[in-house]
């Protein structure tokens, strides 16, 4: 899918600005979690925003994304108040979980814990 310009502008500011919303964490969501805005795609009518989040080193992501989805129209109302005047409407958001972090380092480990033999000196596995 290509986004327009419009679109990826748009989605940089929300990234931005739900980062920032969800680092200060006024509500508590988080207790102690480490949850970052890992992307954000909006719809092109700028209606809608998919945002990813990446959950390192939350033992019960699910968990997490259902108490983030309690709080969406506080996280939508916060971010209003933040993008108001730039834009017609407050997108609605929609959270979901951001795996490519955790598939990168899952291939990683495999890549690491593969036990390939050196090569001898013609070339040829010893």
Do not use: C, W
């Not at 609605?92 to 972090?101: G, M, S």
């Amino acid at each position: 899918m290509n986004e327009s310009k419009r679109q990826q502008k748009f989605s940089r500011l929300i990234q931005r600005d739900l980062s920032d919303i969800f680092q200060k964490d006024k509500m508590g969501i988080f207790a102690n979690t480490f949850v970052t805005v890992a992307d954000v795609i909006i719809s092109p009518d700028l209606s809608v925003a998919k945002v990813y989040l990446s959950m390192l080193m939350v033992k019960d992501k699910e968990a997490m994304l259902s108490k983030v989805d309690q709080h969406k129209s506080e996280i939508r109302r916060d971010l209003g108040n933040k993008i108001g005047k730039q834009v017609r409407i407050v997108p609605q958001l929609n959270f979901y979980i951001d795996e490519v972090e955790e598939r990168a380092q899952k291939i990683d480990k495999l890549i690491d814990d593969l036990n390939i033999p050196p090569e001898g000196k013609d070339g040829e596995k010893e």
